[in-house]
């Protein structure tokens, strides 16, 4: 996708990229994402940061989130604090994982290794996109058999069957269906830098890549990334901007009596929509807009999980993703209905900012936070974290 970036580069007069200097501490997402901005392109670093329409959405998320209070207890037993989750019939060593994630190695070089490889030091789940900048097989070793993979369909159902049938066959056991980019949605951000498939070289990116030369040595040095799971340098087989409207009922009924594993649905704002899909027989259901990256106009996600959660009922499996920046927030989407989160940009803001460290980093970060958290509302283990933990009713009505 990003080869012609590159073209006025010759890789014979290179020579090794130079390495990374990582600044001294990592210690929010707020600081890994003020050193991303800084470090990152600008046509990257709004590609990764934006969103759709006015960007409402993507503030709704994080705001929202920001409104829900916890309740500080005393005198509590929380010397140790334990983060480890069940889902899925599957215990992991805390309640996060990361959230699949398009041309990741776009923030750096390495980015999807690098998230597979802390998928399996620290046994957690890694969400693999359709999109991702390493075949699906490699990251799945990568991970230690931690993988999701995410599907898209973005061509025919029968082209985005035999992607699940490769996944299958590859040994993933899990897989999710991402059904909210029936539309690719209008991101002004991407439109105004000129982020175009196929990508079309102008003066003013000339300039923002000379004007960010470790970045862009870096990327060409160690292979300008692709559409890994596609094949040719371009990507063939996957267009981004084409209608994704094949993910539909009957096609969710064609996924689910072909697949195996473990189905999550990704993408559900809508609690009647919810109570079907429980009913089609599907493993779990993720609580998401996206990041406010397709409908600017949609409730923020953390407004609607809790109604999502009440028409599932208690024991049926729910992920959350969206707006997603501190430990805290980890804690307040369990107290209110989340049985594990996914993360997203963040880790793409770590490793932007401080290169291959930055996924432990942000990691420690999360991990650091939620203890902390914990240990304040007087609660020793993330799984009784309950909406007992809550301050008062998080959203007015």
Partial sequence: MISVMFSFMTPGGLGAAPAFKPSPALPSTRDARALAAQRLPRLIYDFIDGAAGEELGLASNISDLQRVRLQPRSLA?????????????????????????????????????????????????????????????????LS????????????????????????AKAGYDTLILTVDVPRLGKRPRDVRNGFTTPF???????????????????????????????????????????PRTGANWAFLQELRAAWRGKLIIKGVLSAEDAVRMKAEGVDAICVSNHGGRQLDSAPSAIAVLPAIRQAVGPAF???????????????????????MVLVGRPFLYALAAVGPAGAERMYNCFTGEIETALAQIGIAAVSAVT????????LPA
């Fill in 387 to 394: 909406s007992a933990c809550l301050y008062q009713a998080p």
């Fill in 200 to 242: 079309r070289m102008t003066a003013r990116h000339f300039m923002d890549f000379a004007t960010h030369p470790h970045w862009s040595l870096n990327t060409l040095a160690s292979g300008l990334p692709t559409m890994a799971n596609f094949s040719g340098a371009n990507a063939k087989g996957y267009d981004r901007n084409a």
């Fill in 144 to 167: 230690g058999g931690r993988a999701w993979f995410q599907l898209y369909v973005t061509g025919s159902t029968q082209e985005a069957m035999a992607l699940s049938s490769r996944a």
């Fill in 77 to 141: 037993e929380v010397n140790s604090i334990s983060l480890t989750t069940s889902f899925l019939g599957q215990d992991w060593d805390v309640p996060f994982g990361i959230a699949p994630m398009g041309m990741c190695d776009l923030a750096w070089p390495g980015t999807d290794r690098a998230l597979a490889a802390l998928s399996q030091r620290h046994n957690l789940p890694l969400g693999v996109s359709t999109a991702s900048s390493t075949p699906l097989e490699e990251l799945l070793r």
């Fill in 317 to 339: 499996p729910l992920l959350f993703d969206s707006g997603i920046r501190t430990g805290d927030d980890i804690v307040k989407a369990r107290a209110l209905g989340a049985d």
